[in-house]
């Protein structure tokens, strides 16, 4: 059985950081392209950044650029958003997913975690 845990949401200030964790098991973690997603009520799921199996290819939303970084650790299948500069427009329940294509992690992923709120006050 797949599973992905996010942890690390919560309430922090406009301006400052937040790390977000994403736990996986029930598959080989190396081979998954990993992601993230992020969602406000009554808007759709927008996507936040993807890396590939190595960590060798990593992209990111436009709206997130330059303030986040995805990054992952292989030999604890877990992979990471660390948040920068955030804004109260960052306000969302932030979603892990995995896919065994780069590109499919991006539009249809085949596996989501249960989602992390995180919430940026102004």
């Known amino acids: 059985q797949v599973q992905l845990v996010e942890s690390g949401g919560g309430l922090v200030q406009a301006g400052g950081s937040r790390r977000l964790s994403c736990a996986a098991s029930?598959?080989?973690?190396?081979?998954?392209?990993m992601g993230w997603f992020r969602q406000v009520p009554g808007k759709e799921r927008e996507f936040v950044a993807r890396?590939?199996?190595?960590?060798?290819?990593?992209a990111y939303g436009d709206s997130v650029k330059g303030r986040f970084t995805i990054s992952r650790d292989n030999a604890k299948n877990t992979v990471y958003l660390q948040m920068n500069s955030l804004k109260p427009e960052d306000t969302a329940v932030y979603y892990c997913?995995?896919?065994?294509?780069?590109?499919?992690?991006?539009?249809?992923?085949?596996?989501w975690g249960q989602g992390t709120q995180v919430t940026v006050s102004s």
């Open positions: 029930g598959i080989t973690f190396s081979r998954y392209a």
């Open positions: 890396i590939g199996g190595s960590a060798d290819f990593a």
């Open positions: 997913a995995a896919d065994r294509s780069l590109v499919g992690v991006s539009r249809t992923p085949q596996y």
